[in-house]
Nanobody, 111 residues
Framework: QVQLVESGGGSVQAGGSLRLSCAASRSIFSIMAWYRQAPGKQRESVAS???????VYADSVKGRFTISRDNAKNTAYLQMNNLKPEDTAVYYC???????WGQGTQVTVSS
């Protein structure tokens, strides 16, 4: 059984920063990604990283969020800067192949 455990969520004011972490119990994922789901909305992709190098971002977070990965720690990170109220959501980590999900961590940004 593979587990993904997110941490680092919280409440901040607009313009603030948070760093999310996603620790994997095994080193099997070539892709690690972050998704988010706001109340009443569908889950959407935020950022992904392939083999610790190639990154893809949603247009809404480009220039503000940075995804990275520490292979030695089997951990992916999402550095979120200049947060906006519309970034408020539950953030989920996902590992591929296999499509494993973490339990989610709440991010709340107040204006």
């Amino acid at each position: 059984q593979v587990q993904l455990v997110e941490s680092g969520g919280g409440s901040v004011q607009a313009g603030g920063s948070l760093r999310l972490s996603c620790a994997a119990s095994r080193s099997i994922f070539s892709i690690m990604a972050w998704y988010r789901q706001a109340p009443g909305k569908q889950r959407e992709s935020v950022a992904s990283i392939l083999n610790g190098v190639n990154t893809v971002y949603a247009d809404s977070v480009k220039g503000r969020f940075t995804i990275s990965r520490d292979n030695a720690k089997n951990t992916a990170y999402l550095q979120m800067n200049n947060l906006k109220p519309e970034d408020t959501a539950v953030y989920y980590c996902r590992g591929l192949p296999g499509g494993y999900w973490g339990q989610g961590t709440q991010v709340t940004v107040s204006s």
